[in-house]
């Protein structure tokens, strides 16, 4: 089965600073998509970013971007020029068959 | 496009009892997937239904089942409920081809006493 770990339970950056949050990944998959969603406190589950796995560039969204390296099964979410709004709880997914999620990274912003 | 919404949002029960939780997709939307989120495992899958057929299935107990009508609503009922099911149970819907994005809804936070 696929695995997705994220090995930070828990991050901070300072506002207007950059940060970035590491997933690992486990597949014998050859295509897959993954992405990033964001879960604020109290609030909707929302997506950041998406990155297919054929695609050798990096996906980027404004302030977010990934970097994406297959063959070491891993795919990190960089955020620049840090908001208070960032602060929230991300998830890793994978995405083959079916979604899997890693255990999540609580983002602190400080002002 | 109205949001993915869940019924009820809270919901105490106690244990032994059952519970059906509600989902409405996003219009369109064919697939609907269930997911139990917990502090410290984070998002769990449950099941995912596709025009009214379980494709997916992840590893629970029988006692958490699901179903899907034919306008694409869906139902997640537990039975026998123990006080480790207390948890935010999420649906999420999407067009149903591979790969899409999830949209999630809100969740509805069940506490079992």
Not at chain 1, 1 to 13: H, I, L, R, Y
Not at chain 2, 30 to 44: A, D, E, F, K, M
Not at chain 2, 78 to 86: H, N
């Amino acid at each position: 089965a696929q695995t997705v770990t994220q090995s930070q339970p828990e991050m901070s950056v300072q506002e207007a600073e950059t940060v970035t949050l590491s997933c690992t990944y486990d597949t014998s998959e050859s295509d897959y998509y993954l992405f990033w969603y964001k879960q604020p406190p109290s609030r909707q589950m929302i997506l950041v970013i998406r990155q297919e796995a054929y695609k050798q560039q990096n996906a980027t969204e404004n302030r977010f971007s990934v970097n994406f390296q297959k063959a070491a099964k891993s795919f990190s979410l960089k955020i620049s020029d840090s908001q208070l709004g960032d602060a929230a709880m991300y998830f890793c997914a994978y995405c083959g068959n079916q979604f899997y999620f890693g255990t999540g990274t609580s983002l602190t912003v400080i002002p | 496009k109205a949001g993915v919404t869940q019924t009820p949002r809270y919901l105490i029960k106690t244990r032994g009892q059952q519970v059906t939780l509600s989902c409405s997709p996003i219009s369109g939307h064919r697939s609907v997937s269930w997911y139990q989120q917990t502090p410290g495992q984070g998002l769990q899958f449950l099941f995912e239904y596709f025009s009214e057929t379980q494709r997916n299935k992840g590893n629970f107990p029988g006692r958490f089942s699901g179903r899907q009508f034919s306008n694409s609503r869906s139902e997640m009922n537990v039975s026998t409920l123990e006080l480790g099911d207390s948890a935010l149970y999420l649906c999420a819907s999407s067009p149903g081809t591979r790969y899409n994005e999830q949209f999630f809804g809100p969740g509805t936070r069940l506490t079992v006493l």
